[in-house]
């Protein structure tokens, strides 16, 4: 059984940061590209950032580039969002993704065949 738990979400005034992490189990991913993706309310699921297998690669949404910092650990089976300078825009559920199906660093929600729960992220102004 596949499984990606996300944690580190919770209530931050704007300008404060937040660590999310993603541990996942029932498999190794350390030879496929990982992600977050998240939704506001209202709002469509949308891409945050990728990491490839090794590390050595990253992709960000032009809303976060420069704030949040993609990292995994693949000892651990662990993916990290380091979320800095957080805005109340930033505020929704975050998701942790998995490809096994794409060797290249997708925007697309549809590329990522594994998905988390979610984890909640609030930022107040």
């Known amino acids: 059984q596949v499984q990606l738990v996300e944690s580190g979400g919770g209530l931050v005034q704007a300008g404060g940061s937040l660590r999310l992490s993603c541990a996942a189990s029932g498999h190794t991913f350390s030879r496929y590209i990982m992600g977050w993706f998240r939704q506001a309310p209202g709002k469509e699921r949308e891409f945050v950032a990728a990491?490839?297998?090794?590390?050595?690669?990253?992709r960000y949404a032009d809303s976060v580039k420069g704030r949040f910092t993609i990292s995994r650990d693949n000892a651990k089976n662990t993916v990290y969002l380091q979320m800095n300078s957080l805005k109340p825009e930033d505020t929704a559920v975050y998701y942790c993704?998995?490809?096994?199906?794409?060797?290249?660093?997708?925007?697309?929600?549809?590329?990522?065949?594994?998905w988390g729960q979610g984890t909640q992220v609030t930022v107040s102004s």
């Open positions: 993704v998995v490809t096994t199906k794409r060797s290249i660093l997708s925007r697309y929600s549809y590329d990522y065949d594994y």
């Open positions: 990491i490839s297998w090794s590390g050595g690669s990253t």
